[in-house]
């Protein structure tokens, strides 16, 4: 199946959308979206100097009806989920998003319900668009640099004017083999120094729940789960968070999930390997003690 890739030249993600595509059996051809070099090596490979949809949507539905794609694969990022969408209507092509697996006879896998439930689909006919979701797919380590040719780009309907960092300290959640996070039984924003002095007795970093984020007490880089960060740590507190399917869907790959909760019924016993029902207030700071006389 002839299969087109569309992303930026992030090593991480394009790794992701390949693999993927191998799942299909095929070298696919990419569209890369603003500058950088291109890792990988592709049948054909173009680029499109802007990472907007609205900007380059002309250029790609031309491209893709010229060339005959049956498949296109892009990452649920902001940037994907972006072109994803109003390029399928252009296409006239069904659009299944936030994938989470793929198999080689083109069945399709995504979430559904708040993560409670899985959907398969299967693929009868192209054009399709896919948007893959981040994290469910081993990425392929891309050897060497391919060339590109430019597409050119139709008029410019939004101007992207700034692009502002989210400011972070210490480890990425993605790569912290220890992950302390907070829900909304920490009761405020200054409770969570107490979470973070755990983190770092552990060299981990500290995490938060969807209600913690709505609260203001930590910013929205810090939310795990299905519309926020995807993580795998070794070990995973989950402190005053009560486990809600939408939480649940950012650990599935978290080793050992520890829950300090006091309601003794909250279901993130169900996801725990080990559980201390009682006030975090009380356990936190025991667990520092520990930890400190054992550093
Ligand atoms: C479309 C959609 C997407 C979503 N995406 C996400 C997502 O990505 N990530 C996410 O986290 N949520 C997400 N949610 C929200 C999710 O459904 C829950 O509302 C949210 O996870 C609840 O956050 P919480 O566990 O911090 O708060 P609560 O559900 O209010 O739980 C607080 C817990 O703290 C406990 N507690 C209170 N005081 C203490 C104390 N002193 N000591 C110990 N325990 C205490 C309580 O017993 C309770 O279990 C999403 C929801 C929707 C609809």
């Not at 789960?225 to 869907?249: C, D, E, N």
Request: proline share 4%.
């Amino acid at each position: 199946m002839k299969t087109l890739i569309v992303e930026t030249a992030n090593p991480k993600i394009l790794g992701e959308l390949v693999s993927v595509s191998r799942i299909f059996g095929e070298t696919p051809d990419i569209v890369v979206l603003g500058l950088g070099d291109l890792p990988g090596s592709y049948g054909e490979a173009y680029r499109i100097s802007d990472t907007l949809g609205a900007n380059a949507g002309a250029a790609l539905s031309e491209l893709i009806r010229q060339k005959g794609y049956e498949l296109i694969l892009l990452s649920a990022t902001a940037v994907g989920s972006g072109i994803a969408g109003p390029l399928a209507v252009r296409l006239g092509a069904p659009i299944l998003s936030e994938v989470t697996g793929v198999t080689d006879d083109l069945t399709i896998e995504r979430a559904l319900y708040g993560s409670k439930a899985v959907a398969r689909y299967k693929m009868e006919s192209g054009p399709l668009v896919l948007t893959i979701k981040r994290k469910y797919f081993e990425a392929t380590v891309l050897e060497g640099k391919a060339e590109t040719v430019d597409l050119p780009v139709g008029p410019q309907k939004l101007e992207l004017l700034e692009e502002i960092e989210e400011e972070h300290r210490g480890i990425p959640l993605e790569d912290a083999e220890v992950i302390v996070t907070g829900g909304r039984g920490i009761g405020g924003g200054d409770n969570f120094a107490t979470l973070n002095d755990m983190a770092a007795l552990l060299n981990g970093a500290v995490g938060a729940t969807r209600g913690a984020v709505d609260e203001g007490w930590m910013p929205p880089g810090a939310q795990i789960g299905q519309t926020g960060k995807i993580v795998a740590p070794s070990v995973y507190f989950a402190v005053g968070a009560s486990g809600a399917s939408q939480h649940l869907a950012g650990i599935s790959n978290a080793k050992c999930v520890v829950a300090i909760n006091k309601d003794n019924e909250a279901n993130i016993f169900k996801r725990a390997r080990f559980g201390i029902v009682g006030d975090y207030k009380k356990a936190v700071p025991a667990l520092i003690n520990i930890l400190k006389e054992s550093v």
